[in-house]
């Protein structure tokens, strides 16, 4: 891989190639967190973006307030990413405050420890019946039977979808983190569709309101705007508690998006990573309650977040010597800073006894995941009853012939076949 780490501006260095980042991840990123702090490769989109590669920087720049989210502050030409519409797009994911602290605040109510905590025995409840169904043919891809199930109807259950709509989310999600380079107009099309999808349930809601987070943040916004916290056209103006239509919308999509995508390869590279380590396998199957312990090494490990949400600066800003112009994409890289052995001892080792803290997993500063307890809640209520019951548990294929989803962005195995 080429060293950039000089090197600065839209015309500079060739890219670094990104294909290593995909065939052999961490050993890539090894090799460029060695060479220096930040590259310039292709991003998301292909065009160029910055990755910065070593913790300090990675975790000082999530809580940094000089770059931003919001797209509206890259550089013509320079941003790196997926489009969306309005719609979809104006949520914490493209928010820097005071829109990000607002939206926050009406929605964190529902993510607290002790309202999660509450969850639990329905999420384990559903865990049991997911295993129920495939426990008698002793085999199963773990990741679309159990894994990719679990979080799915815990996050609908939670915002109110019925059961009935719950039909292609997967296919959606899918289609915009990963990309079919053989199908260009899947991404769009998926887009056409969960808009139309959130559109219409909000609609549902409107006229048949419920006990459920999405009804909630319909009063919220119905209320308000009818008691002036609009401006007329559905839309709020950033003050209070107020909420626009799009903000609303764009909330019910995140949080089904991330709340689902996330928990799912969470869940499965946790088990996979335990499947590589036995002794450690056998330990929480004895003692569940290690798994409380675990959670936090199993996501510096092999989290499901590769890169950090893409950032703009709002000035020029330099790590490490290298300058990045203000505008330009900046991608944090969350998997080269959880093997970066200046901050963690031995970080290819997976080892939950040795205590290591300060993972980036679930981001850091004002933008820390907001389902961070509920993420935590399922991955070990996931994890201690599929352990329980299937104690013979093991991969159904070679170590070697098991593959991740071709993406820079996401750390995601394809398929988890295993058999008990």
Not at 69 to 80: C, E, I, V
Not at 230 to 256: K, Q, Y
Request: glycine share 8%; hydrophobic share 40%; aromatic share 6%.
């Amino acid at each position: 891989m080429q060293n950039t780490a000089n090197a600065a501006g839209t015309d500079g260095p060739e890219l670094v190639d990104t294909a290593p980042l995909i065939e052999d991840l961490y050993p890539a990123l090894a090799k460029l967190r060695e060479a220096g702090p930040v590259h310039r490769i292709a991003g998301t989109d292909g065009r160029p973006a910055w990755l910065v590669t070593r913790y300090e920087d990675v975790r000082r720049l999530f809580a940094d307030p000089r770059i931003a989210l919001d797209k509206r502050h890259a550089a013509p030409g320079n941003y790196s990413g997926f489009s969306l519409p309005p719609a979809l797009d104006t949520n914490l994911l493209n928010m820097d405050p005071p829109d990000h602290t607002r939206v926050r605040r009406l929605v964190v109510k529902a993510f607290t420890p002790g309202r999660v905590e509450k969850m639990r025995e329905p999420v384990r409840r559903v865990a049991e019946e997911l295993l129920d169904a495939i426990e008698s043919d002793g085999r199963a891809d773990l990741l679309a039977a159990y894994a990719g199930q679990l979080p799915i109807i815990v996050i609908c259950d939670l915002l109110g979808v019925p059961q009935r709509d719950r039909r292609d989310f997967r296919a959606w999600s899918d289609a915009l983190i990963t990309p079919d380079p053989a199908r260009p107009r899947a991404a769009k099309e998926a887009v056409g569709s969960m808009l139309r999808f959130y559109t219409e349930l909000i609609a549902k809601k409107r006229a048949e309101p419920a006990d459920d987070l999405l009804s909630d943040l319909i009063r919220v916004r119905d209320d308000e705007a009818g008691d002036g916290g609009g401006d007329g056209d559905g839309n709020g103006d950033g003050d209070g508690g107020r909420l626009s239509e799009d903000e609303l919308t764009s909330l019910a999509f995140l949080i089904l998006l991330a709340g689902y995508e996330n928990t799912v390869h969470l869940i499965a590279n946790s088990v996979l990573t335990l499947l590589d380590h036995p002794t450690v396998l056998q330990e929480l199957r004895e003692d569940p309650s290690g798994l409380a312990a675990a959670f936090d090494e199993l996501a510096r490990y092999e989290g499901p977040a590769s890169l950090g949400i893409r950032r703009f600066p709002l000035e020029d800003i330099e790590i490490g010597g290298v300058t990045i112009p203000a505008g330009e994409t900046v991608l944090l890289s969350v998997a080269s800073a959880h093997r970066d052995p200046a901050h963690f001892k031995d970080p290819d080792e997976f080892n939950p006894h040795l205590g290591r803290s300060g993972h980036l997993a679930l981001g850091h500063g004002i933008h820390y995941c907001l389902g961070a307890p509920l993420a935590r809640m399922e991955m070990e209520t996931a994890l201690a009853a599929l352990l329980r019951r299937f104690p013979g548990l093991r991969l159904d294929v070679p170590r070697e012939r098991l593959r991740w989803r071709p993406t820079i962005r996401a750390r995601g195995l394809i398929s988890l076949p295993v058999a008990w």
